[in-house]
């Protein structure tokens, strides 16, 4: 209950329309106070309210507000999952030696951090999810004074447990299981389990865990971005080490930057072979933190920063050949890599072939780190019959041809009108109508033209004059050197 | 001067020096610029000088070394694009060229002068449409001195824009020239019209019409079917043309 144009401590509604009327999602803590409840009709809240404000209730922000917490909450573990709309479970299991911080410790640390923020937590530590979940929801100390409600296994179970004297999670755990499943299902024994401990259930964090990560909590936050390439060299020595006892190289690199109000900034360079060298991790980040369209803001501070390796590969160390290398020139995937994390990774490409026959599919552009891949040679003795440069899409041109199924003998293009010379044609491209049956279009006739400035064109005719079309138009497609 | 042992490499435009034609034309570290002519309506057509830097690139470089091709993802370069099916159809293999796009002109030196002071690839081209303003002499300079410290030749090829000062060691203006006529009339392989503007200490003014010849990888005088290129011949003197 952070934002909106209320006051914390006034009261208001959040409101979404049901089946036409104004129905109220959710309450204020102010507005709880006056009996309102979720639920209700504004109309009807109003009546008993008639100053109450109302907002409009927007899920989609809520869900967001929580998977910012989420993240800000893998401070403490990478493992947190959201639950539901309104919570999340941390799976601490072999963090409090990182931590320096035992149970109560990360509660308190938590319950602190939120409260800053504007929130009202309620947590609780438990051996499982479920146990922690309903403790912190139903604000118990222990789990046999919980509600049979904290089952969670719908309302009419909860109602028969209860007309069967059942209040309590403690009178149901002193009762044989067996006859319990057999009147509720397995689901009774198992989320029973699950709420008294005696059976895990595995979460599923937000965000995967990558498979090496070291980080550098601070006593103090880091106030400046000064020091980060230092800190992010430090870790990365840290990484190398981790990354050469599994024979491995990283080729992601992500950087989280904790900070103190709970923001968490991300950055990621990639590189196009596997690397160790923190050096060149830290060129890499160097090139990023440069490129940041908005810099980094501080605020009040880092106070933790991990750098995780997300994707690895096999190093070979192979030996150097002797038979290699003549050029003597540096190898350019560092330059590469460099130039792809200031400007974006869709600038960088190569050519690869296609085996396709209309000629604007024949080649494709490909992400510069793909292996490059042979061409067919030319065939010889022939001028080059394809063109240089090609118009995407297709210039229309205006053509004036002896015949109309004819060679053009002049043309007209960007208002300045070309006489052919030479031209060599047509070079009937056809639909491949062997591919799709129900697709078809017009046949193309190319032609190479020449004119009389020595400017080389290639042209063609869309669609074939008489059977195809009455009037077929005329497009340039490409020039040549 | 020339400082002929600074050439490790050159690529040689013609196979034999014609009288006044400079020994090597494009120096290996050097920059070199690529003007579009301009026709008396002011179009100026990308694609022979471009081809031409292209070839001179190929020339230049020994197997196995990449070749980086810069040019603006935006304007009116964009709209035509590349086509490698028509690279390899001139001799030039797709497979060695590594093309960044990049968004703007600032952006696009900045890259340029990264990749020629790395020095891992043999040849650079730049691609320049228009007056651009921000590729001034100091820019241009920043190539050169680039270029010599990594044994890097950089190409620009420029369209839509007057020759202007630069720290360029040449300056080459390129147009398509009529080419020699197939059987049937059809048009033959890429000729090139090309005038040398200005060489740093070296002879202006010379004017050659170049065909590439694609089977044995050079240049050669159009007409000449695969004689030795007497090319040369200086601007005005008509009488010498002629006999080309």
Redesign the interface.
């Known amino acids: 209950m952070r934002e909106g144009a209320a006051p914390p401590d006034a009261a208001f509604a959040l409101i979404a329309k049901q089946r036409g009327a104004q129905r109220i999602m959710a309450l204020s803590p102010a507005a709880l106070k006056l009996g309102l409840a979720a639920g209700m009709m504004l109309a009807d809240a109003r009546a008993q309210e008639p100053d109450l404000a109302a907002l409009e209730h927007r899920p989609e922000a809520d869900r967001a507000l929580l998977l910012r917490l989420v993240e800000a909450c893998e401070r403490y573990t990478p493992m947190v999952a959201p639950q539901g709309d309104d919570a999340m479970v941390l799976d601490l299991t072999g963090c409090f030696d990182s931590l320096a911080m035992d149970e109560t410790g990360v509660l308190d640390d938590l319950a602190r951090r939120l409260s800053r923020l504007g929130f009202h937590p309620l947590a609780a530590c438990a051996g499982t999810p479920d146990a922690a979940l309903a403790l912190a929801r139903f604000g118990k100390r222990s789990l046999r004074e919980l509600p049979v409600a904290a089952l969670g296994l719908g309302e009419d179970v909860h109602l028969a447990l209860k007309r069967a004297g059942l209040r309590t999670i403690g009178q149901l755990a002193d009762r044989p299981r067996a006859p319990l499943a057999a009147r509720f299902g397995k689901a009774m024994s198992v989320a029973l389990a699950h709420l008294l401990e005696e059976q895990d259930r595995r979460i599923t964090p937000h965000r995967t865990l990558p498979p090496i990560w070291v980080e550098q909590r601070f006593a103090e936050p880091m106030a400046t971005v000064k020091p980060l390439l230092g800190v992010i060299a430090w870790l990365a020595g840290q990484a190398r080490d981790l990354l050469v006892a599994r024979g491995r190289g990283g080729r992601r690199y992500e950087v989280s930057l904790f900070r103190t109000d709970g923001h968490v900034a991300r950055l990621a360079v990639d590189s196009g072979l596997p690397l160790r060298d923190p050096a060149d991790v830290v060129r890499l980040f160097r090139e990023r933190i440069e490129s940041l369209a908005d810099p980094l803001d501080p605020g009040f501070g880092y106070d933790l920063l991990r750098l995780s390796v997300p994707l690895h590969e096999d190093v070979s160390e192979g030996q150097e050949r002797l038979d290699e290398d003549k050029s003597g020139r540096p190898d350019l995937v560092p330059l590469l890599d460099r130039l792809q994390v200031r400007f974006g990774a869709e600038c960088l490409h190569r050519f690869t072939p296609r085996d396709e026959h209309l000629p604007e599919y024949a080649d494709r552009l490909v992400p510069a780190a793909s292996r490059p891949e042979s061409w067919p040679q030319p065939e010889t003795g022939e001028p080059p019959l394809r063109p240089l440069f090609l118009f995407d899409p297709p210039q229309p041109v205006t053509v004036l041809a002896e015949v109309p199924d004819g060679p053009p003998r002049r043309f007209g293009w960007q208002g300045r009108q070309h006489r052919v010379v030479r031209q060599e044609g047509p070079e009937r491209i056809a639909y491949p109508w062997w591919k799709t049956v129900e697709a078809s279009g017009p046949t193309r006739d190319y032609y190479r033209i020449e004119d009389e400035d020595g400017c080389r064109f290639w042209l063609f005719r869309h669609g074939l004059y008489g059977s195809e079309k009455a009037d077929p138009r005329w497009y340039l497609h490409g020039v040549f050197a | 001067m020339f400082d002929s042992s600074r050439f490790k490499r050159a690529a040689s435009l013609v196979q034999t020096s014609p009288e006044g034609w400079p020994d090597a034309p494009l120096q290996q570290d050097g920059v070199h610029e690529f003007y579009a002519a301009q ?1 008396q ?1 002011g ?1 100026a ?4 000088p ?3 830097a292209l070839l001179c690139a190929v020339q230049a470089r ?1 197997p ?3 070749l980086l091709w810069l040019r603006l ?1 935006k304007g009116k370069q964009a ?13 030039i ?11 703007d002109l600032q ?1 696009l030196l900045r ?1 340029g002068v ?2 020629v002071r ?5 040849t650079v081209i730049l691609e320049v449409d228009g007056r651009a303003p921000a590729f001034d002499l100091t820019a241009s300079r920043r190539l050169a001195l680039a270029a010599e410290q990594s044994r890097t030749m950089v190409l620009i090829v420029r369209s839509g824009a007057d020759p202007a000062p630069s720290a360029a060691h040449s300056r080459w203006q390129v ?5 020699v ?2 059987p ?10 090309v005038t040398l503007l200005r060489q740093r200490g070296g002879r202006e003014g010379l004017n050659l019409q170049l065909e ?1 010849d ?2 044995r990888g050079v240049f050669r005088a159009p007409l000449s079917r695969g004689r030795p290129a007497l090319p040369a011949v200086r601007t005005g003197d008509a009488g010498r043309r002629s006999a080309a």
């Open positions: 026709g309506d179009s057509a990308l694609a022979p471009l081809a031409l020994q196995g070394e990449p993802a709209r035509q694009r590349p086509y490698a099916p028509g690279l390899a159809e001139l001799g293999d797709p497979a060695a060229i590594v093309l960044m796009r990049l968004p952006s890259a990264d990749c790395h020095g891992g690839a043999a147009a398509s020239a009529p080419s006529p197939l049937a009339d059809a048009p033959g392989g890429p000729v090139f019209d590439w694609r089977e």
